[in-house]
């Protein structure tokens, strides 16, 4: 599947692309051709982009973020990987400059998002099927729109799709700092559910602590915090939490999973410790916790042909950012030239996302 989505993301100036062959347009593209661990494979290069086809339409992408699922990719360790050459990143916002003849779902001057993982969005321009992209609306704020689609969906979804929660009920998740966390935290608040929201120890923590309770957080505590004293004051003021969401694995994972109400689930959806999770058996035997996995990536290739559902989904984030109920994630904006800052920062421990800036 991957595969053909990099091929309809026309452009590969090295044999990508089912469209026209003569170039009519180069781009910039952050390109590598090998995995590896260290990250120094990425190189930026000059792109060829093919005319545009009758069904296609090309973009000036505008801002990309550097994501973990993005660095797994070029070290070789995500369960999809692209052909090479490669361009590195998933998520981004571009402005449709051109349009083919036959594209009616999209105009000139609309912002778009890719439907799918592996569209390679670290480029200044690409053409690719207007099947493959989703509209954004323009009164969203440039941040938003291009860290709207991986994210704040995921955190949507999970939210959603695996308890039935309602107002007043209790979310835990540890990561809470990470870009899904903060989406976690306000999405939560928005449909009237308590968080309680685990963050690893830091320099600088009652300045984070005090940044996610601006962002809607409940309750924010250390995970060696947790591990000391438990949830213990915090349920006198919010019931016992039935929905876990795991970033992090390992120990950390292990308690949020024991601070869960008889009958939770604990969906993992990130690996960021590299540390298998840690189960109880007694959670399982005597609590009757229910241990998923959610992938943003799969939800949306199962729901590939429901448009609506996924457009509808966007939509409900997009309608939320413009009530000012979510906002981006903290982020850095990286001019582009400047990747490499952007892509160590990233695999740095207590940074903020990192966005890059094409134009
Ligand atoms: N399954 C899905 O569909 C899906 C979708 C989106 C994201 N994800 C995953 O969710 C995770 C978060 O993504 P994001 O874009 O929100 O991340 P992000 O904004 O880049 O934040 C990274 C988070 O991971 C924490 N972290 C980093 N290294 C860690 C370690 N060794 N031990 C514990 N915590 C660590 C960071 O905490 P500090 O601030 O303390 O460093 C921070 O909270 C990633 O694993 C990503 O792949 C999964």
């Given at each position: 599947?991957?595969?053909?989505?990099?091929?309809?993301?026309?452009?590969?100036?090295?044999?990508?692309?089912?469209?026209?062959?003569?170039?009519?347009?180069?781009?910039?593209?952050?390109?590598?051709?090998?995995?590896?661990?260290?990250?120094?494979?990425?190189?930026?290069?000059?792109w060829?982009?093919?005319?545009?086809?009758?069904?296609?339409?090309?973009?000036?992408?505008?801002?990309?973020?550097?994501?973990?699922?993005?660095?797994?990719?070029?070290?070789g360790?995500?369960?999809i990987?692209?052909?090479?050459?490669?361009?590195?990143?998933?998520?981004?916002?571009g402005?449709?400059?051109?349009?083919?003849?036959?594209?009616?779902?999209?105009?000139?001057?609309?912002?778009?998002?890719?439907?799918?993982?592996?569209?390679?969005?670290?480029?200044?321009?690409?053409?690719?099927?207007?099947?493959?992209?989703?509209s954004?609306?323009?009164?969203?704020?440039?941040?938003?729109?291009?860290?709207?689609?991986?994210?704040?969906?995921?955190?949507?979804?999970?939210?959603?799709?695996?308890?039935?929660?309602?107002?007043?009920?209790?979310?835990?998740?540890?990561?809470?700092?990470?870009?899904?966390?903060q989406?976690?935290?306000?999405?939560?608040?928005?449909?009237?559910?308590?968080?309680?929201?685990?963050?690893?120890?830091?320099?600088?923590?009652?300045?984070l602590?005090?940044?996610?309770?601006?962002?809607?957080?409940?309750?924010?505590?250390?995970?060696?915090?947790?591990?000391?004293?438990?949830?213990?004051?915090?349920?006198?003021?919010?019931?016992?939490?039935?929905?876990?969401?795991?970033?992090?694995?390992?120990?950390?994972?292990?308690?949020?999973?024991?601070?869960?109400?008889?009958?939770?689930?604990?969906?993992?959806?990130?690996?960021?410790?590299k540390?298998?999770?840690?189960?109880?058996?007694?959670?399982?035997?005597?609590?009757?916790?229910?241990?998923?996995?959610?992938?943003?990536?799969?939800?949306?290739?199962?729901?590939?042909?429901?448009?609506?559902?996924?457009?509808?989904?966007?939509?409900?984030?997009?309608?939320m950012?413009?009530?000012?109920?979510?906002?981006?994630?903290?982020?850095?904006?990286?001019p582009?030239?400047?990747?490499?800052?952007?892509?160590?920062?990233?695999?740095?421990?207590?940074?903020?996302?990192?966005?890059?800036?094409?134009?």
């Open positions: 599947m991957l595969r053909s989505v990099l091929r309809r993301v026309l452009g590969g100036g090295q044999g990508w692309g089912a469209g026209p062959r003569r170039p009519i347009q180069s781009c910039s593209a952050l390109v590598y051709r090998k995995h590896g661990p260290d990250l120094d494979q990425l190189r930026m290069e000059q060829d982009l093919p005319a545009v086809g009758a069904h296609s339409v090309r973009l000036q992408i505008l801002a990309a973020p550097v994501n973990p699922a993005d660095i797994n990719m070029m070290q360790t995500y369960p990987l692209p052909e090479f050459p490669a361009v590195g990143g998933n998520e981004g916002m402005e449709v400059v051109e349009v083919g003849a036959g594209v009616s779902s999209v105009r000139v001057g609309d912002w778009v998002i890719p439907v799918d993982a592996g569209f390679g969005t670290w480029r200044t321009e690409a053409v690719c099927d207007a099947a493959d992209l989703l954004v609306p323009r009164d969203v704020s440039l941040l938003g729109a291009s860290t709207v689609s991986v994210n704040p969906c995921t955190a949507y979804r999970m939210l959603h799709d695996f308890q039935h929660l309602r107002p007043g009920d209790t979310v835990i998740q540890n990561g809470a700092n990470s870009a899904v966390g989406a976690v935290i306000q999405i939560a608040a928005a449909l009237g559910l308590r968080t309680i929201n685990i963050v690893r120890d830091r320099p600088n923590y009652e300045g602590a005090a940044e996610l309770k601006a962002r809607g957080a409940d309750h924010v505590m250390t995970e060696d915090e947790l591990q000391r004293t438990g949830l213990g004051h915090i349920l006198q003021e919010v019931p016992r939490p039935r929905l876990g969401l795991n970033c992090v694995g390992g120990v950390s994972g292990g308690l949020v999973l024991t601070s869960l109400d008889s009958g939770g689930t604990l969906v993992t959806y990130g690996g960021m410790a540390k298998p999770l840690q189960i109880p058996a007694k959670s399982l035997i005597f609590q009757n916790i229910s241990l998923k996995g959610f992938w943003m990536t799969q939800w949306k290739r199962n729901n590939r042909k429901d448009f609506h559902l996924l457009q509808s989904m966007v939509d409900a984030l997009c309608a950012l413009r009530s000012g109920q979510l906002t981006p994630p903290t982020c850095v904006l990286v582009f030239q400047n990747y490499r800052q952007a892509i160590q920062a990233t695999v740095q421990p207590h940074q903020c996302k990192q966005v890059l800036l094409m134009h």
